[in-house]
């Protein structure tokens, strides 16, 4: 006979399977519950794989249980502690550089295009005339 599994509960499973959309973990012989990949760890999860493997010892906390239908929503990642994000210092203005050398960057677009409006001009008298 199985123990009585109620939401809340943290307990200690295997993980029998992992699907793209997150892994299976049996609770005891009978019972088996899904740990959806939003609940595998804190942020982002791209594959289940990166992060489990069949067979693994883990601990999960009983988010739902469905008795009718027997289903277990489990969460690996309600039992670790959150990671503290660091504070990033917000960033300054960029100050524009002084260009020094006049042949790089915006200034050499600069003159391209006047280039460029020259000949534009010059190909219109050429088709006009």
Request: proline share 3%.
């Amino acid at each position: 006979m199985s123990k009585i599994i109620e939401e809340g509960q943290v307990l200690t499973g295997k993980v029998t399977g992992i699907q793209p959309y997150g892994a299976f973990v049996a609770l005891d012989e009978n019972t088996q519950g899904l740990v959806h990949i939003s609940e595998v760890t804190h942020g982002y999860v791209k594959d289940v794989n990166d992060h489990l493997t069949v067979g693994d010892e883990v601990q999960v906390k009983v988010l739902n249980v469905e008795e009718d239908s027997g289903k277990y929503s489990l969460s690996i990642r309600a039992t670790e502690e959150k990671p503290k994000t660091q504070k990033q210092p917000k960033k300054q203005a960029a100050q524009p550089k002084k260009q020094e050398d006049q042949g790089t960057g915006f200034n050499v677009l600069k003159d391209k295009l006047e280039e460029w409006i020259e000949q534009s001009k010059d190909r219109e008298q050429t088709y006009r005339g």
